[in-house]
Every structure is written in structure tokens, then in C-alpha cells.
């Protein structure tokens, strides 16, 4: 028996699906821990394309068993899309889906209101994907929240909206009422045979000896408190948002696997220190298809930074780096790596994550020789040109941790394992 988290480092869209769907082939359970529908990724298998948001992507493999954790929130109507859509491509979900009766529900008001607050920030805006994150984990914590589990309980439903509706200040009229009532009770009976509570399930697997994989979405910088306050989502994306989220004592989270890109990205505002612009920025952005997968927003682009890294390596407690998209960075002749940041010329002894501070940082460069072979077919670190080595070498020293995995392409195969299984 065993556990291991995967999880995103920097700000979200590290590749983290693929990764999953490489190391899923070992795990008898897949379980998200945060997070929604703001997640997005595609996976290509054999050629063809399955999107996911909420659904765990080790539904791929037919034995795996899925698990959406107490601590995401669920959109009934884009989450029953999702999976009509992926039934329709030959998944059965019958006793391998199990949704947590406590996940939180996303309302058309969530999204609604995300979008108006967003709208009245202008410039200041946070960026994000629209989806309502922020507005349904919000009226969690103020306790007017609906849960998945409310679906199957009709008169507790209707209490549980009106209370919604109360606390948030608005009258429905009765026709407005009975048809989202009559909408919720419809996803409700979809969702019903997939609802349970998923903790001792979880913890009874893990007895059993069964292999768990716990899935983050997002990444740590984008974590609710750790992450670049206020340009975060509003959940915990970090390590220990695992436990919280599915029940899971902490003790038994045996592996930790960080995964990043071999350069950076982000969606959204807030400070990133290694941005760079202009037609580099641009090649990188077309090679990776850096363009959001929930919101079609290009995405920002930057050189691999190390002092984020770290934080976030330690904050997480990671043990070994999964580095994808290696294969984008093929072709640029000098490729920059951030090894500290300086603030007024004195070195900083690590990241900062106020805003105020961490847009004032200049990060100091090491330039390494960059490789021209395509190396999006390799199959071994012994055949990676060494430059490519030369690189992931450097972020391995910086960060002292060990490269165990390394992605050279969106299809299964394209992945390195180095020096033995994760
Ligand atoms: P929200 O999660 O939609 O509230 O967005 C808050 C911040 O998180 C914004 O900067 C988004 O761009 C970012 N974000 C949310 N989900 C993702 C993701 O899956 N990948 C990358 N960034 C994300």
C-alpha cells in the first residue's frame, strides 16, 4: 500500500494530467483533493482527445477507481457535461466514480458574481477563469453554501436555497425558484448512485494495501494563503490541503511528486518575476500551445524559476520533480535559469510572496547552452542530448531534488523515467 500526491508547483497548467495518466497505470484509486471546473486539461490517448475538469483523469484506465474529494466544488451542470461527454466516448463511471457528499456546489450566482467582481475591479482585476471558485468557497466558510449531498434530500434542498437566497439578499420569483429547484433535483438524480462519503473509503483502500494517487489541481503559487495573495484561487493546493480535502490523515502521504514545466507560465494577473515578452515569449507560447484549456487566455510565459521552486518544493515537502514540456524549449540557442532574486542589488534568501515585494525582485540569471535535436521521441535520460541532461541537471542541484520523470510530449509514451519508477 501506498500514497502519492502529484502536484502542480508554480501557477497552475504544469502538465500535471499527463503525469497522472503516466504514473495512473500504478495506482488502484485517483482522487482530487480542490478545486473545480477552473481546472482543465486534455489528454491525448491513441490519438484521441478527452478534456476533463472535474473528473479525475485516471478514468482512463478501466480498473481505476475515482474519487472527487470533500474539498473541491462542483458545478452539477458542467460536471454532468463532462461526463455525459466522456460516457458518450466509451467511460463507464458505474462503481469507479465517487463524488464526496460534502463537495460544495457552484451556483449560477457564483459565476455570476465571480464575473461581477471581476468586472468592478478592472484593472485590478484577479484574472480569473469565470467559473465561480472564489464566490462558492467563499459562502462555505460563511456557512450558506449548498453541498453535493443536498441534491439527494428534496425538501432540504428547497430549505438550503432559500437560505442561499436570503443570506445572499435576493427574492427569487416563484417560477425563477422552481426551475432551478427542478434543474438541481434533475442533476441530483444523475449524480445520486455516484454520491457517497469518500473518506473511509479512502482510508479503508489504503489499508487494504491499495495504491491512492492524490491529483492537485492548480499549483502552489496559486494556493489560497501560500500562494501570490490576492492572485490566487481560493482553494489549497498545497500538500496539506490533501488531508483537509479528502479525509486522508497525513501520516499515511507517503510520496510527494512536484510536478513543473521546464520554463514557466501563468494565467491571470499578479507578479512573475521571469516573465520575459516579445517573439521568445511568443515561439515558446505556439510550441507549448500556451493558451488556457478552461479560458482560451494566452498564457503568460517566463524562464524556470528556482527560487519559486524551492518554496514550493518545501512548503510541499516534494520528493522527487516530474519536468514536462522539455521538448518546447528545443531550438533556443541560450536558456536562462533564475537562481536568486535581488532586491536594490542585495540577494533575497528566498522567494516572497507579497505582491508588493515579489514585483520588485530582479532575478539573477545562470545561461546555459540550449540543444537543436528534436528530442520529443527520446526514451532515455542516456539519449537526451547533453545539453538537455546539462539543464535538467542544473535544476536538479538547485533544487536538491532528484529529476524522476521527464516529459517530452502530450502522448504517454513521450515520457522519460529516470533512474528507475516513481
Ligand atoms: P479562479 O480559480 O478561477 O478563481 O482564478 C484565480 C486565479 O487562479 C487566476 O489567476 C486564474 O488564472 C488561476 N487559475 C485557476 N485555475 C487555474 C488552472 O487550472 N491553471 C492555471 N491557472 C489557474
Known amino acids: 500500500m501506498s500514497s502519492i500526491t502529484v502536484l502542480g508547483c508554480m501557477w497552475g497548467d504544469e502538465g500535471k494530467a499527463k503525469i497522472v495518466d503516466f504514473i495512473g497505470a500504478q495506482a488502484d484509486v485517483v482522487a482530487r483533493f480542490q478545486g473545480g471546473a477552473n481546472a482543465g486539461h486534455t489528454i491525448v490517448l491513441a490519438g484521441k482527445k478527452y478534456v476533463f475538469h472535474t473528473v479525475p483523469s485516471g478514468i482512463l484506465y478501466p480498473e481505476t477507481k475515482c474519487v472527487i474529494g470533500a474539498g473541491t466544488v462542483i458545478d452539477p451542470f458542467g460536471l454532468r457535461d463532462e461526463m455525459q461527454s466522456l460516457m458518450a466516448q466509451g467511460i463507464d463511471f458505474t462503481d469507479r466514480l465517487y463524488i464526496d457528499e460534502r463537495a460544495g ?68 420569483s416563484a417560477a425563477e425558484r422552481n426551475e432551478e429547484i427542478k434543474a438541481l433535483q434533475e442533476a441530483g438524480n444523475f449524480f445520486a448512485p455516484y454520491i457517497v462519503q469518500t473518506d473511509r473509503m479512502l482510508r479503508d483502500w489504503y489499508s487494504e494495501g491499495k495504491n491512492i494517487l492524490f491529483e492537485g489541481a492548480q499549483g502552489t503559487l496559486l494556493d489560497l494563503i501560500y500562494g501570490t495573495y490576492p492572485y490566487v484561487t481560493s482553494s489549497h493546493t498545497v500538500s496539506g490541503g490533501v488531508c483537509v480535502g479528502t479525509g486522508f490523515p497525513p501520516r499515511w502521504l507517503d510520496n510527494f511528486l512536484g510536478v513543473f514545466k521546464a520554463y514557466t507560465t501563468r494565467v491571470g494577473a499578479g507578479p512573475f518575476p521571469t516573465e520575459i515578452e516579445g517573439p521568445l515569449a511568443d515561439q515558446i507560447r505556439k510550441a507549448g500551445n500556451e493558451f488556457g484549456s478552461t479560458t ?4 503568460r510565459i517566463g524562464w524556470f524559476d528556482a527560487v519559486a521552486a524551492k518554496y514550493s518544493a518545501s512548503i510541499n515537502g516534494i520528493d522527487s520533480l516530474a519536468i514536462t514540456l522539455l521538448d518546447v524549449l528545443t531550438g533556443i540557442p541560450k536558456l536562462n535559469i533564475c537562481t536568486n532574486y535581488l532586491i536594490y542589488n542585495q540577494k533575497l534568501p528566498g522567494f516572497v510572496s507579497h505582491p508588493m515585494e515579489l514585483e520588485k525582485v530582479q532575478p539573477n540569471y545562470i545561461t546555459l547552452p540550449g540543444w537543436e535535436t528534436d528530442i520529443s521521441n527520446v526514451q532515455s535520460w542516456e539519449d537526451l542530448p547533453k545539453e538537455a541532461k546539462q539543464y535538467l541537471e542544473a535544476i536538479q542541484d538547485l533544487l536538491k531534488l532528484p529529476v524522476k520523470l521527464v516529459s517530452v510530449g502530450q502522448e504517454r509514451h513521450q515520457t522519460i523515467v529516470v533512474k528507475g519508477k516513481v
Open 296 to 299: 482560451g487566455r494566452p498564457r
Open 105 to 172: 456546489l457552484v451556483l449560477t450566482l457564483h459565476k455570476q458574481l465571480d464575473q461581477k467582481s471581476e468586472e468592478s475591479l478592472g484593472l485590478e482585476k484577479i484574472g480569473t477563469t469565470g467559473k465561480g471558485i472564489g464566490p462558492a468557497y467563499s459562502d462555505q466558510a460563511a456557512r450558506c453554501a449548498l453541498r453535493i449531498g443536498d441534491l439527494l434530500y428534496p425538501e432540504w434542498l428547497e430549505q438550503r436555497l432559500d437560505n442561499f437566497y436570503k443570506y445572499h439578499q435576493l427574492t427569487l
